[in-house]
C-alpha cells in the first residue's frame, strides 16, 4: 500500500511539473498508466485494513483531489476513490488542526502585512492544505523556509510544488516568500504592495 500511494502521489508531482508549461499535455500512454494506478488504489481502499498508516492514506487522498481537479476526462476517478474523499476530508481538515505552524518567517512577514494595513487571515484551511496568509480571500502568501527546497536551490519540494499548482487551478492568486527574501524587508514589502495594490475592506482575521 506504501509503494502504491507513493507512487501515484509522485507520479502527481510529476505532472504539477509537466503541465506548468501550458504547451505540455498529458499524453495518452502516461494516462493509461496512471489509470492502472488509480484502480490499485480503489481496490485497497475496499479492503478491510486498507492503508493502515495515515501517511499513505493522506497522500492517495491529496492525489486524487489534484487528479480530480485537472478535469482531465482521461484521468478515472471512479466512485470508490470520491466516496473516500469526502469520508477523510473531514478526517483530514481536523488532523491539520494538530499542525498549525507559527515560525519566525512567518511572524516577520505578518508584520509586512501589518504595516501595509492589510486585512488578512493566517493558518487558513483549505480541503487540499492550510495556507500560510490569505488576503482578501484571493491572495495567498506561503512563507517558505530551507526545508521545503531542494537542497540550496530556490527549487520548490515535490509536495509544495503540488500545492502551489492546485491553488492557482483553483483560481488563487499565488505568491511563494523564499526565506532569503526576508533579509531585504524593504523589496519584499515593496513587491508585496505592487501585487496587491491598495488595502482591501476590513474582512476580519
Known amino acids: 500500500e506504501r509503494y502504491i500511494s507513493e507512487l501515484i502521489f509522485s507520479t502527481s508531482i510529476c505532472l504539477c511539473d509537466l503541465i506548468e508549461d501550458s504547451k505540455n499535455k498529458i499524453d495518452d500512454e502516461l494516462t493509461k498508466e496512471l489509470n492502472i494506478l488509480l484502480s490499485k488504489s480503489s481496490e485497497l481502499i475496499t479492503e478491510t485494513n486498507m492503508f493502515k498508516n495515515q501517511a499513505d492514506k ?4 491529496k492525489s486524487l483531489i489534484y487528479l480530480r481537479n485537472l478535469n482531465d476526462k482521461r484521468i478515472i476517478i471512479d466512485d470508490i ?9 473531514n478526517f483530514y481538515k481536523m488532523n491539520m488542526e494538530r499542525v498549525l ?22 493558518e487558513v484551511k483549505t480541503d487540499f492544505s492550510i495556507v500560510d496568509f490569505m488576503v482578501n480571500k484571493n491572495f495567498i502568501f506561503e512563507v517558505n523556509g530551507p526545508s521545503h ?30 526565506h532569503k527574501e526576508m533579509l531585504n524587508r524593504i523589496k519584499l514589502k515593496e513587491d508585496v504592495k505592487k501585487l496587491i495594490g491598495d488595502p482591501f475592506p476590513d474582512l476580519g482575521r
Open 58 to 61: 493522506i497522500r492517495i487522498y
Open 81 to 89: 476513490q470520491i466516496k473516500f474523499i469526502q469520508v477523510f476530508s
Open 101 to 122: 505552524t507559527d515560525s519566525n518567517l512567518q511572524r516577520n512577514f505578518e508584520k509586512i502585512l501589518n504595516e501595509l494595513d492589510y486585512k488578512y487571515q493566517s
Open 149 to 178: 527546497y531542494v537542497g540550496l536551490s530556490n527549487f520548490l519540494c515535490g509536495k509544495d510544488f503540488m500545492k502551489e499548482r492546485f491553488l492557482i487551478k483553483r483560481g488563487f492568486r499565488f505568491r511563494n516568500v523564499f
